[in-house]
């Protein structure tokens, strides 16, 4: 008797990790639950309410959910590559699959084939046990996508006021106002800055900050690659912004690194220079720990080789690790190596559970090679656009002199 044993292939998820009996039964329920809905949504307008309102009885998910999946599987059926992928790994939960239908709504149907090829890419594993992506790096990266492709997503914030306080019963006021993604990350850090220097709450280091009490200064770290036109910008502890976005804080930058001059730098002293820190943040993106959501600016920077053993105070040793899972390194819950081109990170932990982190900082290989493909297609999108505008205006008739009317 042939008896076949199923093995790891040489690049999977931790969630499709053969060796682990947890995720082998967790990989088995989404293969199932995927082909219920699959099955069991209604697919015509006419069966829809009814087809809910059944769902809703028999699984006792909310209506706003099995809506939301009927929306999900639609899109997933106009992304073969994607639910090819997903039909072979059963990798994604409904939450991921709504994730992508939400932030593909309203993509025009000639570029669907453009995203199901780089979300197919993106959502195949690179490394052995890698962390999936989460739903919001799955929707961050359709929003990059869309950037490239001049394509953004409908902003919800249009419809809103910009600005408005309401008044609690209690005698405080609520304030709320919408801003672009880099303002408001330039606002919170200002207030958690001035809330830790004084002691006050958040609600006070506003109020001082709006009134004017205090005068912050902020560092915000623009990555962006000078030696490619039309390439996308990256700003720590956001992502990768709109083309407009990213221009506008660009020109407004007020000094320009190279971080080629800084990536072999070693220091002398414990603490790393804040150039060395923005190569460091680069580099990793966020906490390297597997599954942990914490952006850069909020990470320690670690020595993987305590400085106090020897280890040095440079990129190839310091890698960003939030305050929780630092301490947790520091009293040996886990360990961890990692490559310091790359950021790619081995995390062990002390019950021998691993697994492998891939970062999406602007500074790894994989980064550079999607800023390269952003360029190359906004250029290619320009020389188009530039040659439609010629062969209009060449064909259009010149106007007649017409006479004056008196």
């Known amino acids: 008797m042939n008896t076949c044993i199923e093995t790891n292939p040489v690049h999977y998820f931790t969630v499709n990790n053969l060796d682990d009996p947890q995720a082998i039964t967790m990989t088995a329920l989404r293969k199932l639950e995927y082909l219920f809905w699959k099955s069991g949504l209604p697919t015509g307008d006419t069966d829809r309410e009814l087809g809910i309102s059944t769902l809703t009885i028999s699984t006792g998910h909310s209506r706003q959910h099995v809506d939301n999946l009927i929306l999900a599987f639609a899109q997933l059926k106009e992304l073969p590559k994607v639910e090819g992928l997903q039909e072979e790994l059963f990798h994604l939960n409904p939450p991921r699959l709504i994730a992508i239908a939400t932030a593909l709504f309203g993509l025009k149907p000639e570029h669907l084939e453009i995203v199901d090829e780089h979300l197919a890419e993106y959502l195949t594993p690179k490394a052995p046990n890698q962390t999936l992506p989460t739903t919001r790096a799955i929707a961050n990266k359709i929003a990059a996508i869309r950037d490239m492709l001049n394509n953004p997503k409908a902003s919800s914030i249009s419809s809103k006021k910009d600005f408005g306080t309401n008044k ?48 912050a200064t902020i560092v915000l770290n623009l990555y962006t690659a000078r030696d490619l036109a039309q390439a996308p910008v990256w700003a720590s502890g956001i992502g990768w912004l709109d083309e407009e976005t990213g221009h506008h804080w660009v020109d407004r930058a007020t000094r320009t690194q190279d971080m080629d001059t800084v990536i072999g730098k070693h220091l002398d002293g414990h603490d790393p220079s804040p150039d060395l ?50 301490n947790g390194k520091t009293c ?23 697994a492998v982190t891939v970062p999406e900082g602007p500074l790894t290989p994989q980064s550079a090679r999607w800023a390269q493909t952003v360029s190359q297609y906004r250029s290619a999108h320009r020389k188009r656009w530039a040659a439609a505008a010629k062969r209009e205006m060449d064909s259009t008739p010149p106007e007649e002199d017409t006479p004056p009317p008196f």
Request: with cysteine.
């Open 277 to 326: 820190r923005a190569a460091v943040e680069g580099r990793d993106g966020g906490c390297s720990s597997p599954y942990c959501g914490v952006s850069a600016p909020n990470c320690d920077l670690d020595h993987r080789i305590n400085h106090g053993d020897g280890g040095c105070t440079c990129t190839d040793n310091l890698h960003c690790w939030c305050r929780h899972h630092h």
């Open 168 to 215: 609690n019963p209690d005698g405080t006021t609520d304030i709320y106002a919408n801003v672009d993604s880099v303002e408001g990350k330039l606002i919170g850090e200002a207030v958690k800055r001035h809330s830790a220097a004084t002691g006050k709450s958040q609600g006070e280091a506003f109020t001082d900050l709006i009134l004017g009490n205090i005068k």
């Open 332 to 354: 040996g819950r886990m360990k961890y190596l990692s490559d310091a081109l790359t950021g790619i990170t081995i995390t062990v932990f002390e019950d021998g559970t691993w």
